[in-house]
């Protein structure tokens, strides 16, 4: 169906203020599915209170209409801070900061403490997606002088999205993730058949000795999950969390509410010895990918986060038939378990020209170190010559 050429915009400052089967329609439009845009995951993030109050995360989608109804819908957030994105701009916000700007509020759109490529623009069934997109990115500048916010950050997008928002006049920028490709394998060991021998041979003996000494394994989904599993999945992640970030951004009830609404998309795979649970990690299942997000532990065992948040994510995608694992942010040491580089990309708009200039040159410096880098870790993957290009 053509848009009508009249468009407006308004605001959800909650995801349950729109329809779950509309917004859930326009992310299938979008693309294979995806977990993280499911109106389910969104309403855990605000009804646990892990968003929204005072997390720095103020829900306000964007609703694109036309004379025809809903034209488009975007994940949009007020932010106080930049916490949780996983794409860094604090070097923007202290300049702006001392040249006498205020950055904060700016509108992020993406999903809270998720480093995963997904839709970001998405346009209702049956819309024109370009026109869609074009109009939820002039939406968002609205919003933006209506915010009186400094600037518009679109996260891990896809790119289809960001080409279209460069259209706009976004500013793209470009980082890296790592993630495992599925080339039909049919086992891990078929996997570990691409592999150089000495790689095969020290991946081996890798998981070998993440399973010494009675530590077994269990993949837990579905019905399955129960309030137990949260509660010894949730002391993993307040322990490791509490290390690596100083706060963990999600609560205890947020796992409990994701649990019980989409437990069909989440493998939780456990390691234990003697029937209690040491470890954890935390996957989402998507259309056509594996999505590894938190991980935990306890006990320090050698090898074991390697073994729960690499390797059985590659025995899960292989028994699924997913397309690949996407194993989170950062973390290139990856690589030496089969995972591969890959380019991810996120778009950018601010208030302010002179600030729009200064970060436009910083890119064009930053994409060619980034791209540069990417090509000197695929040269590293751990492959047979011939077999170790990057997706």
């Known amino acids: 169906m053509p848009m009508d050429t009249t468009l407006s915009a308004r605001v959800a400052t909650r995801i349950d203020e729109i329809d779950p089967a509309l917004w859930n329609a326009a ?24 968003v929204g ?3 720095g995360w103020a829900p306000a989608h964007v609703v694109l209409e036309d004379g025809d109804g809903v034209a488009g ?9 930049s916490q949780g994105e996983y794409v860094f701009d604090h070097a923007f916000a202290d300049a702006y900061e001392r040249a ?8 992020q759109i993406s999903v809270p403490f998720t480093p995963a490529t997904g839709p970001r623009l998405m346009p209702a069934p049956g819309r024109d997606p370009a026109m869609a997109r074009a109009g939820l990115a002039a939406a968002l500048r609205g919003l933006m002088r209506q915010t009186e916010a400094s600037s518009i950050h679109v996260t891990f997008t896809t790119p289809e999205e960001q080409a279209g928002l460069v259209a706009e006049g976004f500013l793209p920028r470009v980082d890296k993730q790592f993630h495992w490709r599925n080339e039909g394998y049919v086992s891990y060991d ?16 890798e998981r070998r000795d993440a399973l010494a000494d ?32 100083g706060r963990p951004y999600l609560n205890r009830r947020f796992f409990s509410l994701v649990g019980q609404a989409m437990p069909e998309k989440i493998l939780l795979v456990l390691a234990e010895v003697d029937g209690r649970p040491i470890a954890g990690a935390l996957n989402f299942i998507g259309g056509d990918a594996l999505y590894g997000r938190y991980w935990g532990a306890l006990e320090e065992r050698p090898f ?38 890959v380019t991810t990309y996120s778009a950018h708009a601010f208030a302010d020209r002179g600030l729009q200039r200064a970060v436009a040159e910083y890119l064009v410096r930053e994409r060619a ?3 540069a880098m990417q090509e000197d870790l695929a040269e590293q993957a751990p492959f047979r010559r011939g077999d170790a290009s990057s997706a």
């Open 304 to 341: 074991l986060h390697f073994e729960l948040c690499y390797h059985q994510a590659i025995d899960a995608a292989i028994a699924m038939g997913l397309s690949r694992v996407e194993a989170g942010a950062q973390g290139e040491h990856k690589l030496a378990r089969g995972y591969r580089p």
């Open 214 to 245: 009675g530590v077994v394994v269990r993949h837990v989904t579905g019905a399955d999950l129960t309030e137990a599993h949260w509660d010894a999945f949730f002391a993993f992640y307040i322990d490791t969390g509490s290390r690596k970030w």
């Open 73 to 81: 819908l975007a994940p949009c957030y007020l932010k106080s801070d």
């Open 27 to 50: 992310a299938l439009a979008s693309g294979p599915y995806n977990p993280f845009v499911d109106h389910r995951f969104l309403k855990a993030l605000e009804e646990s209170g892990s």
């Open 190 to 205: 078929d996997f570990l058949g691409d592999l150089a021998s000495r790689k095969r041979k020290q991946l081996k003996r």
């Open 369 to 371: 170190a980034v791209m």
């Open 100 to 107: 006498g700007g205020s950055y904060y509020p700016k509108l």
């Open 53 to 55: 109050d005072r997390s």
